[in-house]
């Protein structure tokens, strides 16, 4: 199995850097104009399975290649490179455009939107070739929007693995969590002093 | 209870002057998006529902998707008939006004209403379905009204351009005596693909209906959910002794063949008369009791019912050929195996103490009452008479293959 590092798997664990995978929320991951609902969630795995085809892949409509996931995080990460299997028969995507936390993207807005990155892909069926990303900009990523408009002349898109190589920090972007609305405030609440005397002054 | 942002696009055009929906096409229309509104509103709060009308002098957002169902029927009032339906137009700017949804967590959906002539192309027609599947976009279409030659197909062609999975629907709803209304609550496009019916398209059925259709026993489970329970329980107990009697008419029939006559069918009459005594007890106990005293009746019968229907199914056989009767009183005797285990049990159940305690639990039976040891007394004789009919059983058996082999 050849990486693209220059020394052998065996010393290297490849696996573990393609990790971040886990880090996907898998429930909320979708994609527009797959063929099967749902199929695209199949894609996410881990390294050593990337090649199995066992189970299904994501694969878009008839006649029409062009392919959109969404892919949230359930902490913020830092992606490094990503690495893309497609299908045989020229149906590997031969263009990606990567947006960045914007959610509800459709067609239309990534048609006209300027992607933060693009990226023109070979014909990777073995999984060896990882693209790798502009990785200032990618710092602090809570959801990233993959667009292939395009594939190498196949009726359809096929994609089997896509793999995402960074580091997952444990923040969150999504900052408000919890909110307590206070109309009056309530003195147990706010204990900073020591008790006894600390709250309350009077004046004589 | 699916989240979903749905825009109506209304056909206002002229052809919906016409009075063949009572009273006019147009308000029938006006009805069903009105009652569409509500059940979509309702099945999920977060809902918003938004219309538009496709002709007049344009298409024209009327309302923009909305939770507020106020500002929706609203906006119905003062709607001017005129002009020609562009069916085209309204699906890309019903798209359009759903993609401009607020909350983007909610799935898209568009229900059109064609009630006159389609004047687009089929190709177009499939290009905006291709598109609008391509952006996951559902349709639901509603065709009334107009029929003329090349509208059904292209309509067809539309949702077959459009349908993922299941999610879009067409609904033809000829001219008639009932309104579009109520065609149009039992289709999936109120009942949400599958879902199961919202309490309110459900409620609306009944009253549409005029009260008892829709439910079992004329009681909303929804509103009272206890008195459906019971009367479900009472027609299940009902069911069961009407099978127990039905079996014991079938029973004397065939035993009388074979000169067993009564004690299967008193046998099967002890049983229900159980049945009976526990189920009287159902009116005086709460629920759980009776489901549970229900229980151990049906268990009691379902034993005895099915060594039962062996012998039935057993004597028809046996009176066609002499053969297959040899090899069925071979299986029998396997079968008699059974119900010995079976009058194992019929005896733990005959058994004085077991039964006593098991009646001093219901709080309404009193072991000491007299007709309660009648029937106790009944029951043990019963299954003494059957054991030993049992046995002769057995006997006869024996003597029958032997009979055949000579």
Known sequence: MACLHDHSCEDHDCSADWSLYKHIDISKVTALNEAVPGSVKSVFKAWEQRLSSSEEH???????????????????????SISIVGGAGGTSPSKMRAFINRDGIDFSDAQSMQAIQEWDL??????????????????????????????????????????????????????????VYELMPNPSDHKAQAEGGGGLSHVE | MVLEATM??????????????????????????????????????ENTVGILTMAGKGV????????????????????????????????????????HRQNKKQQQRIIVFCGSPIKHEK?????????????????????????????????????????????SHIVHVPTGSSALSDVLI????????????????????????????????????NLDPELALALRVSMEEERARQEAAAKKATEEAAKQEKGEGQPSGTQDAMMTERANVATSEVDNKDDENALLQQALAMSMDDPDS?????????????????????????????????????????????????????????????????????LLDSIQSQTEVRASNLSSQQKNEEKEPKEDEK
């Not at chain 1, 006649?63 to 996931?69: A, F, K, Q, T, Y």
């Not at chain 2, 009652?35 to 509103?41: D, E």
């Not at chain 2, 939770?67 to 119905?76: E, V």
């Open chain 2, 306 to 374: 099915g060594h039962e229907t062996r012998d039935t199914d057993m004597s028809d056989a046996a009176a066609d050929d002499p053969e297959l009767a040899l090899a069925l009183q071979l299986s029998v005797q396997d079968g008699t195996k059974d119900s010995s285990s079976q009058s194992d049990l019929s005896k733990l159940l005959a058994d004085q103490s077991f039964v006593s305690s098991i009646l001093a639990s219901l709080p309404g039976v009193d072991p000491n009452d007299p007709s309660v040891k009648n």
């Open chain 2, 123 to 167: 190709k177009l027609i499939e290009m905006i379905g291709r598109k609008l599947k391509k952006n996951s976009v559902a349709l639901d279409i509603i065709n009334f009204g107009e029929q003329d030659d090349g509208k059904i197909e292209k309509l067809e062609a539309l949702l077959a351009a459009v349908n993922n999975n299941d999610t």
């Open chain 1, 122 to 179: 070979a014909e990777n069926l073995q999984g060896v070739l990882e693209y790798q990303t502009r990785y200032s900009k990618f710092q602090s990523v809570a959801s990233i929007t993959l667009h292939f408009p395009e594939n190498f002349g196949g009726d359809t898109t096929q994609i089997q693995y896509i793999g995402l190589k960074g580091e997952a920090t444990q923040l969150r972007r999504d900052v408000v969590a919890t909110i």
């Open chain 1, 58 to 80: 994501l694969e878009s409509n008839e006649g029409d290649p062009e392919l959109l996931v969404f892919i949230p995080f359930t902490s913020d990460v830092k992606i490094k």
């Open chain 2, 186 to 221: 039992n289709t999936p496009i109120f009942t949400g693909d599958g879902e199961g019916g919202s309490g309110f398209a459900a409620a609306a059925a009944a009253a549409a209906a005029g009260g008892l259709s829709g439910f079992d026993f004329g009681v909303d489970p």
């Open chain 2, 60 to 99: 024209r957002v009327l309302v923009t998707p909305t939770s507020d169902l106020g500002k929706i029927l609203a906006c119905m009032h003062g709607l001017e008939i005129g002009g020609e339906m562009n069916l085209a137009s309204g699906i890309q700017v019903a798209q359009l006004a759903l993609k």
């Open chain 2, 8 to 45: 109506i696009c209304i056909d206002n055009s002229e052809w919906m002057r016409n009075g063949d929906y009572a009273p006019s096409r147009f308000q029938a229309q006006a009805d069903a998006v009105n009652l569409i509104c509500g059940a979509k509103t309702q099945s999920n709060p």
